[in-house]
T-cell receptor, first 114, second 111 residues
Framework: DAGITQSPRHKVTETGTPVTLRCHQTENHRYMYWYRQDPGHGLRLIHYSYGVKDTDKGEVSDGYSVSRSKTEDFLLTLESATSSQTSVYFC?????????????FGPGTRLTVL | QKEVEQDPGPLSVPEGAIVSLNCTYSNSAFQYFMWYRQYSRKGPELLMYTYSSGNKEDGRFTAQVDKSSKYISLFIRDSQPSDSATYLCAIIIQGAQKLVFGQGTRLTINP
């Protein structure tokens, strides 16, 4: 398995509170991604990073921010959580070699916003 | 219209059956085609990927791409209960670094 961990694995929070999810990799891969997975929508890209301090938006970035200060860590922050952000969040990494750009996924974080 | 369409199922078949999973896509610039398998409460794992039109085999799994019809398929032969999972197609434009996923098809193989 690719060396990807996510923390926390489960979290319950209340509407309006800030939440930070962490993704940590030991593969030294350049690219890191945050997705959310919801029934009927599949996996949707929130933000991704192509290097330290280099990030870009995905298709569902509203309400989320990210930071990457080290190669191995990619943080996803919900500044003020809403019930619509209840979801399963997956981090993924890829080497960005230009061939197939295979992405490897972490185990996921299940977030519930009450 | 979504860029990648996949029937979410659920699909339930008896053990030993041949399973066919399919996706259609709209962007002719897509060049790499992947299938991920996701067990319940786990992250997706890469099953197969292919670049060209035609078939690619890996054990009991065959990935098929028809670029002229913008149609991709995954066939599972001699299906086993351990194949029960959600299967997601994913497509990428070369060098784009961003995958576009189908919704996923939930498959159950009944013993």
């Amino acid at each position: 398995d690719a060396g990807i961990t996510q923390s926390p694995r489960h979290k319950v929070t209340e509407t309006g509170t800030p939440v930070t999810l962490r993704c940590h990799q030991t593969e030294n891969h350049r690219y890191m991604y945050w997705y959310r997975q919801d029934p009927g929508h599949g996996l949707r890209l929130i933000h991704y990073s192509y290097g330290v301090k280099d990030t870009d938006k995905g298709e569902v970035s509203d309400g989320y921010s990210v930071s990457r200060s080290k190669t191995e860590d990619f943080l996803l922050t919900l500044e003020s959580a809403t019930s619509s952000q209840t979801s399963v969040y997956f981090c993924a990494i890829s080497g960005g070699t230009g061939y197939a750009d295979t992405q490897y996924f972490g185990p996921g974080t299940r977030l519930t916003v009450l | 219209q979504k860029e990648v369409e996949q029937d979410p199922g659920p699909l339930s078949v008896p053990e030993g059956a041949i399973v066919s999973l399919n996706c259609t896509y709209s962007n002719s610039a897509f060049q790499y085609f992947m299938w991920y398998r996701q067990y319940s409460r786990k992250g997706p794992e890469l099953l197969m990927y292919t670049y060209s039109s035609g078939n690619k085999e890996d054990g009991r799994f065959t990935a098929q791409v028809d670029k002229s019809s913008k149609y991709i398929s995954l066939f599972i032969r001699d299906s086993q209960p351990s194949d029960s999972a959600t299967y997601l197609c994913a497509i990428i434009i070369q060098g784009a670094q961003k995958l576009v996923f189908g919704q996923g098809t939930r498959l159950t193989i009944n013993p």
